[in-house]
């Protein structure tokens, strides 16, 4: 199983980005898909999460800005991020946990992509 993000980059504050995260491999059935980041010299914070069905959670410092949405057929999560802050700045990560081919659940990583706002 692999989870490859994508979406990083370069963004002057107040812009967008739009972070995917692709599941691949042999994979049964993913339920809760999350973003975390880390910033330089900080702990991995959980940033959003969503569940199979829809149902969303953020942390304080993204609400109304950012926005998180999957698409089950394709095994994938998006993150929409809006109205960015210099504070922003991290590698963000994704994180699935999912039925793998020894049939248990487990967390799997993605292998980051930069984020970085600045004028």
């Known amino acids: 199983v692999q989870l490859q993000a994508s979406g990083g980059g370069l963004v002057q504050p107040g812009g967008s980005l739009r972070l995917s995260c692709a599941a691949s491999?042999?994979?049964?059935?993913?339920?809760?898909m999350s973003w975390y980041r880390q910033a330089p010299g900080k702990q991995r914070e959980l940033v959003a999460t969503i569940t199979r069905d829809g149902r969303t959670n953020y942390v304080d410092s993204v609400k109304g800005r950012f926005t998180i949405s999957r698409d089950n057929a394709k095994k994938t999560v998006y993150m929409q991020m809006n109205n960015l802050k210099p504070e922003d700045t991290a590698v963000y990560y994704c994180?699935?946990?999912?039925?793998?081919?020894?049939?248990?659940?487990?967390?799997?990583w993605g292998q980051g992509t930069q984020v970085t706002v600045s004028s």
């Open positions: 491999g042999v994979i049964f059935n993913i339920n809760t």
């Open positions: 994180n699935a946990n999912l039925l793998d081919a020894s049939a248990s659940w487990s967390f799997y």
